[in-house]
Each structure stands twice: as structure tokens, then as C-alpha cells.
């Protein structure tokens, strides 16, 4: 055996270290000798597989003068994509991408800063279930999704790959909405260490609304920020055009989440927003101008493999008053919908007081004492929508109204004047009691007729409070089930609030209303449910330009209302729904069409069932209806209305008004 002695081991403990290093330095040369070769040759490629998976969509990825210059900018110019399908395409005309030179030898691409110019986004949007310029997802992922792992990825993918530097002189989307355009403008926007900043522009070149956004993005702690103000301390105005457009405005918008949790099995996301000077225009909300002074929410989101939680710890508030809202939508295998307003009490002069203004017009200055406690429960299966549930109610405690707003609704005690309006226009005004020759009393008034009616719009009308709750629910089963609205489940007193106290429009505020001053008059019993029926059958419309009952059995069967016989008190309470096409329901030789003849001859079987009148009171009487007022003149024209009243099968029993001849 050799021996080395000391000196010679460390002079060769010494070389082996010079060979390493020079092994070292030679691989790393001769690595970025190649990678200086081939880099333009293998981003070459990358891009035509880019563009054959584009391809396999059916979009058409173009690009002019793509490649790599220095040691890791990415220089591109013209970039186009085009939907083969439809119009909706993207271009650039030219973008600068620095990445992270060693994550990139690994294969890994880190985008560090972007720097781009002149981005066009138009999109068409189109509810085909055909569509190809839908999000693609692959085959697996659409049978069995799993929500929790696509939104924990996307999540990692924001807060860690997120460039350090932005530049983006300019970014138009143009999205075709109807008859216009939604035109959106990001203008000079950058982002410089998780600050955010950019102007949006709303709006035509010529008339843009001019929008500041700023925000920040904390990487560590997995949480953004986001202000939006005006930059020359007025409001902020957005237009959403569309079907039913909306305009809003606010003096400042604040959004902010976090990510407390996330995996492939949960990601919880917690957020709030806070808005003042909210304000609202759209035909489909309100007549007039919606205005919030403040609207708070805060939210804990639940995302799980298969479904999606909002938690009920979350809280809207409105102006003052707060609600506590829990969903929960599950698709696996069926659309399982679940959504709740959780039980809660306001003092009952803090929630008038928060009704958003211009919201409401009788109800405006309204005041209460007391307090109200609301709840809603509302669930669905999709696979089998017939097991639908809904309950809500509005209940109170020591409620007391201290002042009425516009209008006192015990004025339906007394004579008063009813105007009626159709499109804002005032069509009729007549006197509701005595003073009017066309007043009937509810005791002059033919008994089939008041069952008739009753049967046919609403038969809990003296039990319920204002409100059929099984009705609504069977006309939230009809509307699922046919995807448009078909039915509504308006109540009596629903209708007669309507056509006294409010506007004739079919918005979201009309409704809401209509709700609560039906609730009044109920809940504290201003107007006798007999009263209510008398006035109601005295003011609504049964043909054009024909108002109440004593004109109604004039026009159609020149007789008095204590006169009309069932079969023709059966035709007066079927057109209720649809008075001013009466004549729809007749051939052009004058008989009833067999669908009417059908219907009335239901409704005499409802009426037996639950004995409202005898086997016999039936019997010999004709199924054909014969004008013998002045409507027997009129030409016949086809029907599209759609009844907002509660259908005869879905009634509850009557009460004692039963006829025995």
C-alpha cells in the first residue's frame, strides 16, 4: 500500500476543488451557449402548440415577430386571437414579457414584469349551449368538478406568480349588448410591488366617465385591496347596457378579500365591501332613482370539491338595518339550490326609516314603533322541482304606526277618489262608494259572482294575512319548470293595494312596496277583509275602459251584478286576469273556446268539492256563455296575457259566503 503523505493530499484536496469549479463554470457556459442557440428555435415551438390547443377550440392564435431577446424578454407584435365561431376575438398590437431566466431552464415560466400596448377585447356573449367561446373545460373536470381544486390552483397561481411590474398604456373591451354596446376603457395602468393603479373611462370617446382605481396585493398575506373613486372628487357613473339597463353611481367603493385557508378539499375566502351615495336608475328597479347612503356587506365563502357556501355569519347592511343571508348551491350530482335570510329583529322605525329612497312613494315618510322580525327559507332540487319549498314571513311585536307616509290607507274605509293610470297616464277617475251610481254594495253583488271570484284569484282571502305562501310557492315551481314567467301568486289584497296605492309598472320596487303596505293593512287590521273585497270588486278592470263590477255585468250581459247567473259569474272571473282580451277566449261565431269552456267547467268542480255551493246548483246549466250586452258587438282578437293571480287549484277553503238555491 501506498502512502500519500500530508502535503500531497492537500495538494490534491486543492486541484479537485480548480476541477470542479472549471466543470462548473464549463457546464454552465456550454448551457448558456445552448440556450442562446435554441431558445428563439424552442419559443418558436411552444408557440404553434400554443396555437394547436387554441385550434382545438376553434380559435384561430396569430402572432407577428415572436421571439426572445436578451437573456429573458419575450418581444411579441400583432398578437390576434379570433373565434372561428363568432365574432369575439382579442389582439395586441405588441406586449414585453420579462421572466425568470433559471425557472425557465427548469421549464417553469415565471412572468416577472409585462409591459404591453393597444389591447382590444370584443366579446359576444351567446347562451348556446354549442358555444365554443365558452370557458373550455376538460371532460373529466365537467362530470365531476372539483370547485375547491380549481380555485385553491388559481389562487396559488395569483398570489406567487403575480408580476412585480405592469405596464399597460391602454386595454378597450367592447362587449355588444342588445341594441348597445358596453364600452369599457383601462387607461395607464400599472402595477409596481402589489400597488395598483389604473383609470377607467366608461362610455363613447365623446361622453366617457372617467373612473380612478387603486388597490394592493399582499402576497404573504394572501389579501387584496381595492378603492374605487373619482378622479375629480365627483360621483362615480357606470351604465350597464343590456336587456334591462342599469345605471349607477357612488362617491367611493371599497372591496377588500383574504384567503384564510386554502386546498384541494376547502378554500375559504373572506371579504367586505362598503359604498356611500349609492345610487340606482334602471325601468326593471324603480321609476325613479334608488338612493343608498350606505350599503356594508362582509362575507365568508365556503368552496368545497363539489359545492359552494355562503356562510350564514356574512351580513348585507342596508342604510341601517342588516341581514344575515346563507346559500348554499350544490351540483353533484343534481343543481341543489338552498338559500336563507336567517331569522332577525329590527326595531321597527330603523327599517322604515332605511328604505332606500326613491324606492318608495306611498310608503315615504312613514314611521312606526315596535319592532319586526323577518325570516326566508327557500330550497330546490333541480332533478325534482315539485319538492320545492319556500316559507317568509314578516311579523311584529308591539308594532305601532306613529305616521303615515303619502297615503292613509284607512281611506278605504271611506268614499274616496280612484284614479287609474296606464303607462303614467291617467286614464279614469271615479268615486269608490254611494256618491257613484256605479258603487254596488258587496251585499248586491250576486253570490256566484263572489265565489267565482274568489275561487278563481284568491280563496284563502278571508284567512290568510295578505299573503299565500303556497301559492307563491307552486308559482316558483311553474316558472322553474317552463324557465320564463308564466304565473304569479298575487292575492286580493295584493291586487287592491296595486291599483289604489301604486303605479301599474312591473319593477322590483313597485313590488316590494305593494308587499310591505299589504302588511300594514293586514297585519294591523285597518280595512275589514269584507270592505277590502267591496272596493276591490268595485276598481278593477274587466275590458277596456270597463271598471267594476256594475259596469262589467252591464257591458257583457246588460244586467245588474245581483242578477248574473253562475255560468256568467264563472266567465266575469276568468278574464280577470286578462280583461282588456276578453275576446280571446271566444271562436269568431261568439262561443267560448273549448280551453274556457274547460276551465269554467273546473272551477264549478272546485266549487262542489269543497262545498261552497250543492251537486244540484250545477245541474242543467249551460257550459256556453251568451253576450247579451254591448260586448256581444265586439270582433274577437287573440290573448298573450299572463295572470298574476292565484290559481284555482291552488286554493284554500272559502269562507262562509256558500249558495243553496
Not at 476543488?17 to 451557449?33: E, P, Y
Not at 356574512?314 to 338559500?339: A, D
Not at 308559482?475 to 292575492?491: D, L, M, P, Q, W
Not at 269552456?597 to 269543497?610: A, F, N
Request: aromatic letters at 12%.
Amino acid at each position: 500500500m501506498k502512502i500519500v503523505d500530508i502535503p500531497e493530499f492537500l495538494l490534491f484536496r486543492r486541484h479537485k476543488g480548480r476541477i470542479v469549479l472549471f466543470i462548473a463554470v464549463a457546464v454552465g457556459i456550454l448551457s448558456i451557449t445552448i440556450y442562446f442557440s435554441f431558445r428563439n428555435i424552442a419559443f418558436e415551438r411552444g408557440l404553434k402548440r400554443v396555437a394547436g390547443k387554441f385550434a382545438a377550440l376553434h380559435y384561430q392564435f396569430t402572432w407577428k415577430d415572436g421571439r426572445i431577446v436578451h437573456f429573458n424578454r419575450i418581444s411579441m407584435h400583432e398578437i390576434m386571437l379570433n373565434a372561428e365561431t363568432d365574432s369575439t376575438w382579442i389582439k395586441m398590437d405588441s406586449v414585453s414579457l420579462k421572466f425568470g431566466l433559471f425557472p425557465a431552464m427548469l421549464g417553469k415560466m415565471r412572468i416577472k414584469e409585462i409591459s404591453c400596448r393597444a389591447i382590444e377585447l370584443f366579446y359576444t356573449y351567446s347562451q348556446s349551449a354549442s358555444d365554443t367561446n365558452a370557458i373550455y373545460v376538460r371532460p373529466v373536470a365537467l362530470a365531476r368538478p372539483s370547485y375547491s381544486a380549481v380555485v385553491s390552483r388559481l389562487i396559488r397561481r395569483f398570489f406567487t406568480e403575480f408580476p412585480h411590474k405592469i405596464d399597460i398604456d391602454s386595454i378597450r373591451i367592447i362587449i355588444p349588448m342588445d341594441e348597445n354596446n358596453m364600452r369599457l376603457t383601462f387607461l395607464h395602468s400599472q402595477v409596481r410591488r402589489g400597488i395598483i393603479r389604473s383609470f377607467l373611462h366608461t362610455g363613447e370617446e365623446t361622453d366617457t366617465t372617467k373612473i380612478f382605481l387603486e388597490g394592493h396585493i399582499n402576497r404573504k398575506k394572501l389579501s387584496a385591496q381595492l378603492a374605487v373613486s373619482s378622479p375629480d372628487q365627483n360621483r362615480c357613473i357606470l351604465s350597464i347596457p343590456g336587456r334591462h339597463p342599469v345605471v349607477t353611481g357612488f362617491d367611493t367603493l371599497l372591496i377588500s378579500f383574504s384567503v384564510p385557508h386554502y386546498s384541494h378539499k376547502l378554500v375559504t375566502i373572506e371579504g367586505s365591501s362598503v359604498s356611500k351615495g349609492l345610487s340606482l336608475e334602471g325601468e326593471s328597479l324603480c321609476s325613479r332613482t334608488i338612493i343608498l347612503d350606505r350599503l356594508l356587506s362582509s362575507f365568508t365563502l365556503h368552496i368545497m370539491p363539489g359545492s359552494v357556501e355562503l356562510d350564514s355569519a356574512s351580513r348585507l347592511t342596508i342604510n341601517n338595518v342588516s341581514l344575515h343571508p346563507f346559500v348554499f348551491i350544490s351540483k353533484n350530482p343534481h343543481l341543489v339550490v338552498n338559500f336563507k335570510i336567517c331569522p332577525v329583529y329590527w326595531e321597527a322605525g330603523t327599517f322604515f326609516r332605511s328604505l332606500p329612497d326613491g324606492m318608495f312613494t306611498s310608503l315615504a315618510g312613514f314611521n312606526a314603533s315596535g319592532d319586526v322580525r323577518f325570516f326566508l327559507d327557500f330550497s330546490v332540487d333541480m332533478s325534482l322541482v315539485d319538492s320545492l319549498k319556500f316559507s317568509s314571513a314578516l311579523t311584529a311585536r308591539n308594532f305601532r304606526i306613529l305616521n303615515f307616509g303619502i297615503d292613509d290607507y284607512r281611506m278605504l274605509n271611506t268614499e274616496f277618489i280612484h284614479r287609474f293610470y296606464e303607462r303614467g297616464n291617467l286614464v279614469a277617475s271615479f268615486p269608490v262608494g254611494p256618491s257613484s251610481s256605479d258603487f254596488t254594495a258587496l251585499a248586491d253583488i250576486s253570490p256566484w259572482l263572489k265565489i267565482a271570484v274568489l275561487t278563481s284569484e284568491d280563496g284563502s282571502f278571508y284567512y290568510h294575512k295578505g299573503f299565500n305562501p303556497r301559492a307563491i310557492q307552486e308559482s316558483i315551481i311553474a316558472n322553474i319548470k317552463e324557465r320564463r314567467f308564466v304565473r304569479g301568486g298575487s292575492t286580493i289584497s295584493m291586487q287592491l293595494v296595486k291599483n289604489v296605492f301604486l303605479n301599474r309598472n312591473k319593477t322590483l320596487g313597485r313590488k316590494l312596496e305593494e308587499l310591505l303596505i299589504v302588511w300594514i293593512i293586514e297585519n294591523k287590521r285597518l280595512v275589514s277583509k269584507e270592505r277590502m273585497y267591496e272596493v276591490y270588486l268595485n276598481i278593477i278592470e274587466w275590458g277596456p275602459g270597463i271598471y267594476g263590477i256594475r259596469q262589467a255585468s252591464d257591458y257583457y250581459f246588460n244586467k245588474h251584478p245581483a242578477d248574473l247567473n253562475l255560468q256568467e259569474s264563472l266567465f266575469l272571473a276568468g278574464i280577470v286576469p286578462f280583461p282588456k282580451r276578453f275576446k280571446s277566449v271566444f271562436e269568431s261565431n261568439g262561443f267560448p273556446k273549448t280551453y274556457f269552456t274547460g276551465y269554467m267547467q273546473r272551477m264549478k268542480e272546485i266549487m262542489v268539492s269543497r262545498n261552497y255551493i250543492l251537486p244540484d246548483d250545477t245541474a242543467g246549466a249551460d257550459q256556453h256563455v251568451f253576450l247579451t250586452g254591448p260586448a256581444a258587438q265586439v270582433f274577437m282578437i287573440p290573448d298573450t296575457a299572463i295572470a298574476d293571480t292565484v290559481r284555482p287549484d291552488e286554493m284554500y277553503i272559502l269562507p262562509h259566503i256558500v249558495v243553496h238555491k
